[in-house]
C-alpha cells in the first residue's frame, strides 16, 4: 500500500504509513528512517527530500495521530448530547476506540519519549486533543455554582490519565487476562467514581 501511494507522488504519507506499520511491530524506538524507506519500498536516501531525520518522521506520525484522537474525541462529545455526562463518557469509548484501531499511532504519541514543545504544528494538535477534554469538562460542571467547579484542565488530566492507564494495563492483549471487567467498563467505572468524589454527579 504504500509502495502503490509513493508511486502516486505521495512519497511523504508513504514513509508516515511504513513508519506505522514497523512502530506496531518493533515499537517506536526500534525502527530506522532506512528501514521506514525500504518498508515503503523507496531508497534508503528518498526520505531526506521530506524529512531531515527519524525523529522528524516521527513528530510527523505523532502529529497525525493527535489530529485523528482529537477529531474522535470531539466527535464522541458531539456538543454534550443527549447530556454532558452521557457525552463525556463516550469521549472515554472513543479514546479506548483510537488505542485498539491504531495502535502504531498511539504508541508513537504517548511512548515515543518524543518533545512536542518544539514543533509548533505538533503542539497544536497536541492542544486540541487535550482542549476537548477540557471543554467536555466544562460542560459538565456548568450546572454547578460557581464556586464547586472543580478546574477543568485538572480534570481533564486526571481522566487523560486514568484512560492511558486503562489502555496500558487492561486494554491490550487477551480480554480477562488481567481482569474480568472489559477496558470499557473499567474506564467508566473509574470515572463515575471520580465525578462523584468530586460531587459532580450524585451518590
Do not use: C
Amino acid at each position: 500500500m504504500a509502495r502503490d501511494s509513493y508511486h502516486h507522488g505521495n512519497l511523504r504519507q508513504a514513509l508516515v504509513d511504513a513508519t506505522v506499520a514497523l512502530i506496531e511491530q518493533k515499537g517506536p524506538m526500534a525502527f530506522t528512517l532506512a528501514e521506514a524507506a525500504r518498508q515503503a519500498g523507496v531508497s534508503a536516501a528518498a526520505p531526506y527530500r521530506h524529512f531531515s531525520g527519524r525523529d522528524q518522521l516521527l513528530e510527523e506520525v505523532v502529529r497525525q495521530g493527535f489530529l485523528d484522537f482529537a477529531a474522535r474525541l470531539e466527535a464522541a462529545f458531539d456538543g454534550g448530547r443527549p447530556s454532558a455526562l452521557s457525552a463525556f463518557l463516550r469521549m472515554g469509548e472513543a479514546y479506548l476506540g483510537f488505542a485498539a484501531a491504531r495502535p502504531g499511532f498511539y504508541m508513537a504519541m504517548f511512548e515515543s519519549g518524543l518533545s512536542i514543545a518544539g514543533n509548533a504544528d505538533l503542539a497544536a494538535a497536541a492542544e486540541r486533543a487535550e482542549l476537548a477534554l477540557v471543554r467536555a469538562a466544562e460542560a459538565l460542571f456548568a450546572r454547578l455554582p460557581l464556586g464547586r467547579r472543580p478546574p477543568a484542565t485538572m480534570v481533564a488530566n486526571h481522566v487523560w490519565a486514568l484512560s492511558h492507564g486503562v489502555v496500558e494495563l487492561f486494554g491490550r492483549g487477551r480480554p480477562g487476562t488481567r481482569s474480568p471487567i472489559g477496558a470499557a467498563e473499567m474506564l467508566e467505572s473509574g470515572v463515575l467514581i471520580y465525578l462523584r468524589g468530586l460531587g459532580v454527579i450524585p451518590e
